[in-house]
Antibody, heavy 115, light 106 residues
Framework: EVLLQQSGAELVRPGSSVKISCKASGYTFTDYYMHWVKQRPEQGLVWIGRINPANGNTVYAEKFKSKATLTADKSSNTAYMQLSSLTSEDTATYFC????????WGQGVMVTVSS | EIVLTQSPTTMAASPGEKVTITCRASSSVSYMHWFQQKSGTSPKPWIYDTSKLASGVPDRFSGSGSGTSYSLTISSMEAEDAATYYCLQRSSYPRTFGGGTKLELK
């Protein structure tokens, strides 16, 4: 069974950074790109970018190029997303997802940016 | 970037009513994919490659379209279909989602 287990909710200060994780199991980690998706409260889905865990190659949406950094650790089958210079606009739930059709999704991580 | 515009943004349907949600792309895409999301949960793949139903999706759902115009149809609305539906294009980077259609039960 494919599982994507994401880290817990985060409460962070404006201007700081946060690193969230997505631990994969039930498939070969390097076989699928890991994508990340943002969803602000009561808003739609926004694609952030993806990483190829096999070689670390990344593609980002333009608006996230200086906001998000995607990495992957093959030894632990875990993908990470670091978000920097956080503002209230970054308060959102962040999902990881894999599969050609975005077949499998993590449960989401709620990141709240507040002083 | 390919922009996907969904319509309507919100709608309500009575049990048994036919429902159609459209997704228009700013440039031609090869296929359209659809997701269902209920409050507080992760999106679920619903229709892929324009017209193929994901596992477990009732056959009252269907998808169609080509080029820049796609649609998701429910032949007969049921209570469990109340949710938000999103279209997705993966023909080019960046991947983009439509803004969503919130479907409520009347």
């Amino acid at each position: 069974e494919v599982l994507l287990q994401q880290s817990g909710a985060e409460l962070v200060r404006p201007g700081s950074s946060v690193k969230i994780s997505c631990k994969a199991s039930g498939y070969t980690f390097t076989d699928y790109y890991m994508h990340w998706v943002k969803q602000r409260p009561e808003q739609g889905l926004v694609w952030i970018g993806r990483i190829n865990p096999a070689n670390g190659n990344t593609v980002y949406a333009e608006k996230f190029k200086s906001k998000a950094t995607l990495t992957a650790d093959k030894s632990s089958n875990t993908a990470y997303m670091q978000l920097s210079s956080l503002t209230s606009e970054d308060t959102a739930t962040y999902f990881c997802t894999i599969g050609y059709y975005f077949d499998y999704w993590g449960q989401g991580v709620m990141v709240t940016v507040s002083s | 970037e390919i922009v996907l515009t969904q319509s309507p943004t919100t709608m309500a349907a009575s049990p048994g009513e036919k429902v159609t949600i459209t997704c228009r792309a700013s440039s031609s895409v090869s296929y359209m994919h659809w997701f269902q999301q209920k409050s507080g949960t992760s999106p679920k793949p619903w229709i892929y490659d324009t017209s193929k139903l994901a596992s477990g999706v009732p056959d009252r759902f269907s998808g169609s379209g080509s080029g820049t115009s796609y649609s998701l149809t429910i032949s007969s609305m049921e209570a469990e279909d109340a949710a938000t539906y999103y279209c997705l294009q993966r023909s080019s980077y960046p991947r983009t989602f439509g803004g969503g259609t919130k479907l409520e039960l009347k």
